[in-house]
């Protein structure tokens, strides 16, 4: 770099102001209770900070990486108008409000991308990236600045980072979070960045630079001793995120005021060399899934270190990450980025053919791990489909008919509740196989709308489930939901003929509608003809004849969950037999 990042902080005029909080000239409703808030105010008069939108600045909301880029890039005055005409990552286009910032952040070895050509847009930044790139800024070497750490956490910060967190530490940028913890992987809060970002400026205002701390590699002028320094004392540590308070104005100790700002434009500059913070270890990877793994359904694993990891065919050679994404572009391999340490990736294989694969991480240096191997992906078995036939009864269907001697143990099986109600789970009874399905006897009681997960898993020893065909279902996972049956009909009364003054007659409707939930069910019915039949319920259908003449009675079946069924059939009104009626 033909100018250092350190002269352009050294020379920036904007932290004279920083000596007191001033008023900012946009007023936020939502940070009075911030302990950043003299720190946002600042940052936001002096351009660097902006509010998002209504009087807001939401000072808990995660900064992403483009927009960290942003304050990076304003608050060391970089130089945004050489942006190249070719954007450096490709998920971060030219014609985004954030292309020139990031380009120039990447132009001051300030920000790498995530790998694969990607930036990580959109992702959020990590308090232990943040550590490194504000000690990137300031150009010193902190080696050595992580080995006393005294966090309870401090083992999950990651190799990279651990110099920098320290270094960060000790000059007070950042401290502790609640229970001594650093919090590594966390994402960095606004005001956090606000906080961390007046900081910074301050230390490198009073000189806390890494001229102080290493000599540059090749002898500078010096600059001429001031007259009258002002003795500065270092900015206090201030409050955890966790227990806001009101920041409280850094102490400076008196100096002569001058008149106007004093400004000391032929001062030489000591040039100090940024030297970037190496990493040259490899991230260790872990396999998380236990397999059987089968086409459709993701590898999950777990790198120490954020990054890539990638899931590649056995028989390849794997020298760096550009033969890796060289695979994932000829479609024989697949890949995920990693943003936290130490959390579970999951690697698609929806696009992959069966075979022998083996996984790699590679982390944000380019260092590539060890291969996890043993990875066999196999073709995906057509699983059944899940019905319940009664909330004690359950139906697997297959798509071909199944052999009626092999039948599986129930303690292949685990139903498991999976939506909110989360947790419960069903067990066995018994089960039988025949024709297409394997009916299933429950204990437990299913809960109508609720999401379940079948996962058949065969212990050894145990008879697998086979079709007729011969082909054999290794395993599945399966969700299906406990939707509502409608009440059907059952048995629809045949045509009534009723004698006109015989009374009413009735009919049990216990027959007539049968519902598969076992749900308690409620009646209606309606007379076409009520002059001729009148009909009503009461516990059964009662039907009264009123005149001589025809009707058709409608009788409805309601469940508590909107299902319904219906029947319609005729009743016959005649005149008594007067040949039967005895004087």
């Given amino acids: 770099m033909k100018k250092s990042i350190l002269a352009s902080i050294l020379t920036l005029p904007l932290l004279a102001g920083f000596a007191a909080p001033s008023q900012a000239a946009v007023e936020f409703r939502d940070i009075q209770n911030s302990y950043a808030k003299d720190a946002i105010n600042q940052l936001v008069e002096a351009g660097i900070l902006n509010g998002v939108g209504s009087g807001q600045f939401n000072p808990t909301g995660k900064i992403?990486?483009?927009?960290?880029?942003?304050?990076?890039?304003?608050?060391?005055?970089?130089?945004?108008?050489?942006?190249?005409?070719?954007?450096?990552?490709?998920?971060v286009p030219a014609s985004h409000y954030s292309y020139k910032f990031v380009e120039a952040a990447v132009a001051a070895e300030l920000i790498k991308g995530t790998g694969g050509g990607e930036f990580g847009f959109g992702q959020g930044l990590s308090r232990q990236d943040m550590a490194v790139l504000f000690t990137r800024a300031l150009g010193v070497d902190p080696a050595g600045k992580g080995e006393n750490l005294k966090f309870a956490d401090a083992d999950a910060i990651s190799k990279y980072a651990r110099d920098a967190v320290g270094y960060a530490v000790e000059a007070q940028l950042m401290s502790s979070m609640p229970g001594n913890q650093f919090a590594p992987t966390g994402l960095a809060e606004r005001q956090q960045v606000a906080l961390v970002t007046q900081r910074f400026l301050k230390t490198a205002e009073l000189g806390k630079t890494a001229g102080e701390q290493q000599k540059p590699e090749v002898p500078a002028p010096q600059p001429p001793k001031p007259e009258a320094p002002a003795t500065q004392q270092p900015a206090p540590v201030l409050p955890a995120p966790s227990a806001p308070v009101t920041q409280q104005p850094v102490p400076v100790s008196p100096a002569p005021a001058p008149s106007a700002p004093v400004t000391i434009p032929d001062a030489p500059v000591v040039i100090i060399p940024v030297t970037p913070i190496a990493d040259t270890e490899a991230p260790t990877l872990t396999l998380i899934s236990p397999g059987p793994f089968t086409v459709g359904n993701s590898v999950v694993v777990r790198s120490s270190e954020t990054g890539t990891v990638y899931l590649v065919p056995s028989a390849s050679e794997i020298p760096d990450r550009s033969a890796l994404d060289t695979l994932v572009l000829e479609g024989v391999a697949a890949k995920a980025p990693v943003v936290s340490a130490n959390e579970d990736s999951e690697l698609s294989t929806a696009n992959l053919a069966p075979g022998a694969y083996k996984a790699y991480a590679?982390?944000?240096?380019?260092?590539?791990?060890?291969?996890?191997?043993?990875?066999?992906?196999?073709?995906?078995?057509?699983?059944?489909?899940?019905?319940?036939?009664?909330?004690?009864?359950?139906?697997?269907?297959?798509?071909?008919?199944?052999?009626?001697?092999?039948?599986?143990?129930?303690?292949?099986?685990?139903?498991?509740?999976?939506?909110?109600?989360?947790?419960?789970?069903?067990?066995?009874?018994?089960?039988?196989?025949?024709?297409?399905?394997?009916?299933?006897?429950?204990?437990?009681?299913?809960?109508?709308?609720?999401?379940?997960?079948?996962?058949?898993?065969?212990?050894?020893?145990?008879?697998?489930?086979?079709?007729?065909?011969?082909?054999?279902?290794?395993?599945?996972?399966?969700q299906f939901k406990y939707d509502n049956h409608i009440p059907t009909v059952y048995e629809v009364p045949q045509e009534q003929i009723l004698e006109l003054g015989k009374g009413a007659t009735s009919l049990s409707l216990s027959s007539a509608f049968m519902d598969w939930d076992e749900e308690q069910l409620t009646y209606t019915v309606l007379s076409d003809a009520p002059g001729v039949v009148e009909a009503y319920i009461d516990d059964q259908l009662y039907l009264n004849p009123a005149a001589v003449g025809a009707a058709n009675i409608t009788v409805k079946a309601k469940d508590g969950h909107g299902g319904e069924a219906s029947f319609t059939f005729k009743v016959t009104v005649v005149q008594p037999d007067t040949d039967l009626i005895i004087p």
């Fill in 64 to 91: 992403t990486r483009q927009d960290f880029a942003i304050i990076l890039a304003k608050a060391l005055n970089l130089d945004t108008n050489s942006a190249p005409l070719t954007p450096t990552f490709s998920d």
């Fill in 362 to 478: 590679v982390d944000n240096s380019g260092n590539v791990s060890a291969a996890v191997t043993g990875i066999e992906l196999r073709q995906a078995v057509t699983g059944p489909s899940f019905s319940f036939f009664t909330p004690g009864m359950l139906g697997a269907f297959f798509p071909e008919e199944l052999d009626p001697e092999s039948v599986p143990s129930s303690a292949d099986f685990k139903f498991t509740r999976v939506d909110e109600g989360s947790g419960s789970s069903l067990s066995i009874h018994h089960m039988a196989v025949h024709g297409t399905s394997i009916s299933f006897w429950m204990m437990g009681s299913p809960v109508m709308g609720g999401t379940y997960e079948v996962v058949y898993a065969p212990k050894e020893g145990s008879a697998p489930i086979k079709t007729l065909s011969g082909k054999t279902y290794d395993s599945f996972t399966v």
